[in-house]
Each structure stands twice: as C-alpha cells, then as structure tokens.
C-alpha cells in the first residue's frame, strides 16, 4: 500500500515539475532615454539556422501577438529560402526589404549559446534493504522477492546532460534603426521545438508587455 502511495507520489511530482516553465528570462535593457512608444507592428526575425525552430519561433510570436492587436510579418515568409545562400546581405538592402513591410519595429532572435551540464539523478528513495529473515512475508516466493527488489535494482540512479539555450531577444525601431529592448533568456532541456517557442514567446511577450512596449 505504502509503495503505491509512494508511485502516486512521484507521479504527481513529476506531473507538476513537468507544467512549470522551463524559459526565464535572465537579465533584461530598455532605452530609456527614449519615450516609451507601443509597437503596433513588428518584423520578426529569428536567426537561427535550424528551419524548424525559426518556423516555430517566427509562428508562434505572430499567432501570440495576433490576440494582443499586434500585426507581425515573419521574416521566413518575406526572404527566399535561398536569399542567404550567397553570404551575409548588404545591409542597405535588408534594411529596404525590411521596411516595405511598413512594421514599426523589428525583433531579432539569437541563439548565442548552448551549454551542457552532466548531473547525477539519484534512485529510490529507500536505498537497498536487505531482511533474509521471515519478517518479510514477499522473501517466501520468487514473484514477491521480484517485486520487491525491482524498483530498486533497476533505479540505482543515473547521469542526465542538461542543455541550456541562452537567447538574446532585441527589439529595434525600424525607423531610425536605434536598439529600444534587449533581453537575455535561458531555457532547459526544451523537449520539442514548438514546446520550447511557447514557453520562450510567453517569458518574452509578458517582458514586452511590462516595458509598455506591446498591448
């Protein structure tokens, strides 16, 4: 009864760690020498090689601004797959592509880094127990000395890698080109790509929003 007590347990700890955010943002600038203006349009650019999670980042800040009244233009659907094929752009050129979409603002998403960390996961909670004696009744039977000795023999514990992705999220003013926000962001171990833009998207749009910088 006390094991599948124990079980339930576990379940719901690790159901609960499971809903909490993996995304915070770690350190955050504003220009503030300039007034605070709302941003009704925004270029969303993330540079990011990996296509997937430039779709996935790009989509989900767009889908979540939509409902907050802010029009956005992705980046992915503005350049060719193959404009960057021959090398880094002239800048007069991206800047003119960038204001023909007539968005007030452009935010750019960098991957800056990635860091691995090796860390120890330990086992049962009751370590091994060893009671040959009769004070054990499951010691009488194969299926019950299983059972027991089960969860313990196979949960030593183990080495998980934890990944951190360190972003940096900058927004600018597309018509005089000057840094307005920047914010630094760390997520752990995303376990998908769309997963990790939802829990990314939500860390940044509430810092947007607590600048005055979005509805």
């Given amino acids: 009864m006390q094991k599948s007590h124990l079980i339930v347990t576990l379940f719901l700890l690790l159901t609960l760690g499971s809903c909490r955010t993996a995304t915070e943002v770690t350190a955050s600038w504003r220009d503030t020498d300039r007034p605070t ?19 996935n980042l790009e989509g989900e800040f767009a889908n979540r601004l939509a409902g907050r009244n802010v029009n956005t233009t992705k980046s992915i ?18 800047v003119e592509i960038i204001r023909e979409t007539e968005c007030e603002s452009i935010l750019t998403i960098t991957l800056i ?10 086992g049962g909670a009751g370590g091994r127990m060893y009671h040959p004696g009769g004070t054990f009744r499951h ?77």
């Fill in 113 to 122: 880094d990635v860091d691995e960390e090796e860390r120890f996961v330990p």
């Fill in 77 to 94: 659907d503005t350049f060719k797959p193959t404009f960057f094929d021959e090398g880094q752009p002239e800048r007069e050129q991206l």
């Fill in 139 to 215: 010691y009488g039977s194969f299926p019950g000395y299983f059972d027991h000795w089960y969860g313990t023999a196979w949960n030593q514990g183990y080495y998980q890698t934890d990944r951190n992705y360190f972003i940096e999220t900058n927004l600018y003013d597309a018509a005089s080109l000057e840094l307005v926000w920047s914010a630094q962001s760390k997520t752990l171990n995303p376990s998908t790509d769309a997963r990790f833009a939802r829990e990314y998207v939500d860390a940044i749009k509430a810092q947007l929003r607590e600048e005055g910088l979005v509805q």
């Fill in 37 to 55: 203006q709302q941003y009704n349009s925004i270029f969303l650019a993330a540079i990011v090689d990996d296509l997937s999670l430039r779709q």
